[in-house]
C-alpha cells in the first residue's frame, strides 16, 4: 500500500492558549443620567418634531427652489433661441433691403422702366400777377407782423444792395 496523506498514528497535542484575564464585575451607582418629568419629556418629543418638520421643510424648499431654477433655464434657452432666429431674420431682410436700395440696382431698374434722371430744361418756373392771388382777410396782429416783416427785408435788402 502507498504512503498515507496523514499519519493518525502521530496525533500532536496542542497546548491550550492562555485565556485573557476576565474584567472584574461592574456595579451599579446611584445617580448617572436623571429621569425626566412627564413634562420635560412632551418637551423633548415636540423639539425633536419640530427639528424634524424645519428639515423637511428646508429639504422641500431646497427642492422646490432646484426646480423653479430648472423651469426657468429651460424659459431662456427657448429666448434665447427665438431672439438668434429673429435676429437672423433681421439680418436677411437688413441685407436684402440694402441689396434692393443700392444704387446701382435702382438705375438699373429705372432703365428698364424707361425712367431718365430730371433734365434743367424741364422744370417750368410759373410767376403769378397779383391778379391771380388769393388774399385771406387778416387779423390785426397779422396785419403788423407782416408790416414789421416786410419792413425788415426792405431794410436788409437795402444795407445788401448799399455793400
Not at 120 to 146: F, G, H, P
Amino acid at each position: 500500500m502507498g504512503q498515507a496523506a496523514y499519519n493518525y498514528n502521530e496525533v500532536r497535542r496542542r497546548k491550550p492558549r492562555p485565556q485573557p484575564a476576565r474584567k472584574a464585575n461592574l456595579r451599579v451607582e446611584k445617580g448617572g443620567k436623571r429621569r425626566l418629568t412627564p413634562l420635560q419629556a412632551a418637551m423633548q418629543h415636540v423639539m425633536h418634531i419640530l427639528s424634524l418638520g424645519l428639515l423637511v421643510g428646508f429639504a422641500v424648499g431646497l427642492l422646490w427652489s432646484e426646480a423653479q431654477i430648472v423651469e426657468l433655464s429651460s424659459e431662456i434657452r427657448s429666448a434665447k433661441a427665438t431672439l438668434l432666429s429673429e435676429q437672423s431674420q433681421n439680418d436677411y431682410y437688413t441685407n436684402t433691403l440694402d441689396s434692393q436700395t443700392n444704387i446701382t440696382n435702382v438705375e438699373e431698374a429705372a432703365g428698364r422702366l424707361g425712367l431718365m434722371k430730371l433734365d434743367e430744361s424741364q422744370v417750368t418756373y410759373i410767376r403769378l400777377n397779383s391778379e391771380s392771388v388769393l388774399v385771406r382777410k387778416e387779423s390785426a396782429v397779422q396785419k403788423w407782423t407782416d408790416f414789421l416783416h416786410a419792413g425788415a427785408l426792405t431794410l436788409v435788402g437795402t444795407l445788401n444792395g448799399a455793400d
